[in-house]
């Protein structure tokens, strides 16, 4: 399972109240005591930062940064250890020839009669091998001024360890990484147990990137091992084909590495999901639901789902052919759609990821026209009122009691035009297609469960 930042953990435990290790979530886990519940234990807030570990700590950030000024520091003592040996033996070379033109020197002066042309000609050729020593004494001087420079970095750098040091007090570091590993593999296990939570909001939009038309979709396998990180892009909302996958985030950001895959028959809207390898997606101008295996590059089955509306009858607020739209949570497969018997309100049907048929559905009594999108997070369908700027999520129904409540979560439409709204529950992120922008929102969800012993 791999965790993002702003999964909000509470936990119900009956240790006392535990010391924030970090100043913020950005910078480690931090854990403190958030409130009392009423049988007196202790409801503690844990927040999973950007990235685990000690990765974020401020002073590893600087240990970091001072460990590379030291190895630019030794690199550069290399290149000056080398260079000064190798002009120290030019100049031991031209020891020899320095002595013989002093000696020449000193008979002409004090002898000018013996300074003929033939002997003047020849201390100018001494003069002339002499001429190549001129900048390597000059590379002296600039080596001068390279060693007080290499001096003055050495200065800075013991102030700066100086600094760390008395900031770190009486905590030794390595002690103090371990002691936060090991309370991140305890939230880790937590997280475990969790299963699943109440959504309680919903993070600012962070664009991954910006490409296609405005209306499309895109996503990665919600049920794969975290390792894998393709991602699948389809642009347009009817009677596409093409679906590109690349073979990490990375690739897509860049649009590099991908191959095309060419479905056998058109899409209808941006309901798509994939799920365990395979494309699950709704048959253009038909209530099909198909679904396509990647790997072998074929239909491995389709299934009418019967009674439900086609073909811009009972689409979202925004219209594209979104009457279909297939959905994964922890629970597994869904599909979303809506008939003439249930009067256009929304239908939620659990379906066989193998055979396609519906296992149970519920009427939510929702109308389907009047909502933006929908999701599906641990057998709750979650529904926005627009998808259009200002929409939040308004409206939550809960399959596990057949109950339904208003909401009132803030959900930032940053491009003003949401045509695609999914769940990754591998991820635990919400990922968009906004007005031709890749986009996902991390979520805050609520659990509360009961620990044995101190974190």
């Not at 770190?168 to 990484?177: C, I, R």
């Not at 919903?202 to 390792?227: K, L």
Request: hydrophobic residues 35%.
């Amino acid at each position: 399972m791999r965790f993002l930042p702003g999964l909000l953990l509470l936990l119900a435990a009956g240790s006392p109240a535990m010391q924030t290790l970090f100043q913020s979530p950005d910078e480690g886990w931090q854990v403190y005591t958030s409130a009392q519940a009423p049988d007196g234990k202790c409801l503690c807030t844990a927040v999973i930062p950007v990235q685990g570990s000690c990765s974020r700590d401020l002073r590893s950030h600087q240990l970091r940064q001072l460990m590379e000024k030291v190895q630019n520091i030794s690199q550069s003592m290399e290149v000056l250890d080398l260079r000064t040996y190798r002009d120290l033996q030019y100049v031991r070379n031209t020891e020899a020839l320095m002595k013989g033109l002093d000696s020449r020197l000193k008979v002409a002066a004090e002898s000018q009669k013996s300074l003929n042309a033939k002997s003047f000609q020849e201390l100018k050729d001494k003069m002339t091998e002499l001429l190549p020593l001129m900048p390597v004494l000059d590379q002296y001087k600039s080596d001068t001024r390279l060693i007080v420079h290499l001096k003055e970095e050495v200065r800075n750098l013991s102030g700066s360890l100086l600094a760390i040091q008395e900031e770190m007090g009486a905590y030794d570091y390595e002690e103090l990484q371990q002691r936060v590993l090991m309370l991140e593999a305890r939230l880790h296990a937590c997280m475990q147990k969790l299963g699943c939570g109440k959504l309680t909001g919903v993070s600012n939009p962070i664009t991954i990137r910006a490409s296609g038309s405005r209306f499309g979709s895109w996503m990665t396998d919600t049920m794969t091992p975290s390792a894998d990180t393709r991602v699948w892009y389809m642009d347009g909302y009817y009677k596409g084909r093409r679906v590109l996958e690349f073979r990490t985030l990375n690739d897509f950001v860049t649009g590099q590495n991908f191959v095309q895959h060419l479905l056998p028959h058109p899409w209808a809207g941006t309901g798509h999901v994939v799920y365990n390898g395979s494309l699950y997606y709704n048959k253009y101008q038909s209530n099909i639901a198909v679904k396509y295996h990647f790997r072998s590059r074929s239909v491995l089955v389709q299934r009418s789902l019967a009674g439900a509306g086609y073909n811009n009858t009972f689409p979202y607020s925004w219209g594209g052919f979104s009457d279909i739209d297939f959905m994964v949570d922890e629970n597994g497969l869904w599909a979303v759609y809506t008939t003439n018997q249930n009067a256009g309100n929304i239908v939620v049907s659990r379906v066989d990821p193998q055979t396609l048929e519906v296992l149970r559905s519920w009427d939510t009594g929702y109308p389907k026209r009047s909502a933006g999108e929908s999701f599906m997070i641990c057998g709750t369908l979650y529904v926005t009122n627009s998808h259009l700027a200002g929409a939040k999520i308004y409206f939550a129904y809960y399959t596990n009691t057949s109950t339904y409540e208003y909401t009132d979560i803030p959900f930032h439409n940053q491009y003003s035009h949401i045509s695609m709204l999914d769940y990754n529950p591998r991820e635990r992120v919400l990922y968009t297609w906004n007005n031709g922008h890749q986009v996902i929102y991390n979520v805050t969800l609520f659990h509360v469960i009961k620990t044995s012993g101190e974190l």
